[in-house]
């Protein structure tokens, strides 16, 4: 249980090229959220690239910021795991999948999964604390993002 970041940082480092995107194309559109200061496409793009920076060089070069720093707070409520379990809501100790991802439609992709033999497997220590989230829906589904994750309306 010593993970460091909580998923949503592999989604936002995965989402960091439509980012860039955005803010190419519609980086001087200004923006405003309740309570808050109006601010750029591009501005709100590049915090969001340097807070996943702070984790970042905090973990893997140590880099110590000042607790008082508003932008490392918001870093870490964000991005940095409290717990160091994980936190999303798949724990597998071994999976079997066909063709493509094992995710979302798990169980669905089952060619060429036939014939497996297993000898003296132990799975243990599988650790998970999810963070359920707040969905919100059209009539359509369930609103995703570009991983199938959701909005964390809490988070941010």
């Known amino acids: ?36 200061e109006t601010t ?15 984790i970042y060089f905090n973990y893997i070069n140590e880099i110590e910021y000042d607790p008082k720093d508003v932008e490392w707070k918001a870093a870490k409520k964000i ?5 160091g379990w994980m936190d999303g809501g798949s724990s597998y100790g071994i999976v079997i999948n066909g063709g493509g991802a094992a995710v979302v439609g798990i169980g669905t992709r089952i060619t060429g999964t036939d014939n497996i033999i297993m000898n003296n497997v132990e799975v243990f220590g ?3 604390q999810a963070q359920e989230k707040m ?16 909005m964390d309306w809490i988070g941010v």
Do not use: W
């Open 126 to 128: 599988i650790y998970n």
């Open 1 to 36: 249980s010593d993970i460091p970041t909580l998923g949503r940082f592999t989604h936002s480092r995965a989402f960091i090229p439509r980012l860039k995107d955005l803010s190419d194309n519609y980086g001087d559109k200004e923006i405003k959220f309740y309570g808050r």
């Open 40 to 54: 750029t496409i591009r501005d709100l793009c590049q915090r969001m690239v340097d807070q996943m920076d702070m």
């Open 135 to 150: 969905k919100f829906s059209l009539k359509s589904g369930t609103s995703r993002g570009i991983l199938f994750d959701v």
């Open 79 to 83: 991005f940095k795991n409290p717990t």
